[in-house]
């Protein structure tokens, strides 16, 4: 069975901060990674994936993520957070030999202070 | 256009009432999911349907019933309805079709259940 950790529950930072939210996954086979962010009472929207190739990816508002396959690994960061990106972010890990379900993290909520 | 959308937004209820979830896709996918997410955030699958037919249910009550009438709509019916019930569901869809690999889920706005 899969699964995935995140290891900041709660993150809080000043605006212009620099920003990392670990993932780690545990999954045998080939794995497509993703993150979503939930902004206050709203739906999951994504942020970045990672499918293959390139290791480093750079999603949408200047997040960016990296896959250590070594590691196991699939931290986001973003050189300079900004009060709108205060919302919960989500790792999750997509099974391909299970219906492409999602296997998410427990969530990272990140306030950013202004 | 919303990509996948779900009905209602918000649904208070009484315990042991039975309500339904509905949801809808327009992205041309063939396989559709319900997830739930808790008090603490937490999300995890609860079913999904590929071409009308279950191909995922996970550890979840028997009060809950999915039902896919096409592959564009997957509803939730729950039935007896308790108070741990309360969550928010989120519907959202992929496409897996010949074993499409590169591809990612979308989802629904989400039911906020509040069973009192």
């Known amino acids: 069975a899969q699964s995935v950790s995140q290891h900041n529950h709660h993150v809080i930072l000043s605006e212009a901060a620099s920003l990392e939210l670990g993932c780690n996954y545990s999954?045998?086979?080939?794995?497509?990674l993703f993150w979503y962010v939930q902004y206050p009472g709203q739906h999951l929207q994504l942020l970045l994936k990672?499918?293959?190739?390139?290791?480093l990816v750079k999603g949408i508002k200047g997040f960016e993520a990296e896959f250590i396959k070594s590691k196991f690994s699939f931290n986001l960061r973003k050189p300079s957070v900004q009060w709108s990106d205060t919302a919960e972010y989500f790792c999750?890990?997509?099974?391909?030999?299970?219906?492409?379900?999602?296997?998410f993290g427990g969530g990272t909520r990140l306030m950013v202070k202004p | 256009d919303t990509a996948v959308s779900q009905t209602p937004k918000y649904l208070v209820t009484q315990m042991g009432n039975d309500k339904s979830i509905k949801c809808e896709q327009n992205?041309?996918?063939?396989?559709m999911y319900w997830y739930k997410q808790d008090s603490k955030k937490f999300l995890k699958i609860m079913f999904s349907?590929?071409?009308?037919?279950?191909?995922i249910n996970e550890t979840v009550p028997n009060r809950f019933s999915p039902k896919s009438p096409d592959k564009a709509h997957l509803n939730l019916h729950i039935n007896s309805l308790e108070l741990g019930d309360s969550a928010v569901y989120f519907c959202?869809?992929?496409?897996?079709?010949?074993?499409?690999?590169?591809?990612?889920?979308?989802f629904g706005q989400g039911t906020r259940l509040t069973v009192v």
């Open positions: 959202a869809s992929s496409l897996l079709v010949g074993g499409a690999r590169n591809t990612e889920a979308f």
């Open positions: 999954y045998g086979g080939t794995v497509n």
């Open positions: 990672y499918f293959s190739g390139d290791p």
């Open positions: 999750a890990v997509m099974n391909n030999n299970a219906g492409n379900m999602l296997t």
């Open positions: 992205l041309g996918h063939d396989t």
């Open positions: 349907y590929n071409n009308k037919e279950l191909i």
